[in-house]
């Protein structure tokens, strides 16, 4: 039975790992906070290679990959990723472009809510061991008008949850 390794570059889920590590055919290393040349060492025998954003995977290190078949970026952006590189040997480079639009929309919705309720001036405030109640009352955001520039995947979300808000959205 073959064996294949996954090198694992950059910080993901712990629960990602383990059911990589419960295949028996996968030997699992984990190393994060590569310089590039300690990438270069490990990624020569890998058969995959997942990385998030901060581990640069350039064209220097793809030529020395000589077992390498795919790149898994745990995330949507490929900038930090010579595709073509990678193309041109034969490495399927792929993405998860869903992984964080619920999160990143769902953020930009308690970024809106803490700036219509004033949440960090009145965070401070409280933490200097005052209440100042009248003074960080905010704004509903009930009927108010949010303009999305960019209706994509992460817009269209945050429209969905604005409009549970009660919000007109304009787009």
């Known amino acids: 039975m073959a064996t294949y390794k996954i090198l694992i570059t950059?910080?993901?889920?712990p629960?990602?790992?383990?059911?990589?590590?419960?295949?028996?055919?996968?030997?699992?290393?984990?190393?994060?906070s590569l310089s590039p040349e300690e990438l270069k060492k490990k990624v020569k025998d890998a058969h995959a290679l997942i990385i998030?954003?901060?581990?640069k995977v350039t064209s220097d290190v793809i030529e020395g990959a000589k077992k390498l078949k795919v790149i898994?970026?745990?995330?949507?952006?490929?900038?930090?990723?010579?595709?073509?590189?990678a193309t041109k040997k034969g490495i399927v480079v792929m993405n998860a472009p869903e992984g964080n639009m619920v999160?990143?929309?769902?953020?930009t919705i308690a970024?809106?809510?803490?700036?219509?309720?004033?949440?960090?001036?009145?965070?401070?405030?409280l933490k200097s061991k005052k209440w100042e109640k009248k003074k960080f009352q905010g704004r509903e955001l009930y009927r108010k008008i949010?303009?999305?520039i960019g209706l994509g995947r992460i817009g269209s979300i945050v429209a969905d949850?604005?409009?549970?808000?009660?919000?007109?959205?304009?787009a």
């Open 52 to 55: 998030r954003s901060a581990t």
């Open 103 to 107: 999160t990143t929309a769902e953020h």
């Open 111 to 125: 970024m809106l809510m803490a700036l219509a309720r004033n949440i960090p001036q009145a965070t401070a405030s």
């Open 146 to 148: 949010l303009g999305i």
């Open 10 to 13: 950059d910080n993901i889920a």
């Open 15 to 32: 629960q990602g790992i383990e059911l990589l590590e419960k295949v028996p055919q996968f030997d699992v290393e984990v190393a994060v």
């Open 72 to 85: 898994g970026r745990a995330g949507i952006g490929l900038d930090n990723v010579d595709v073509r590189a």
């Open 161 to 170: 949850r604005a409009n549970g808000l009660k919000m007109k959205v304009i």
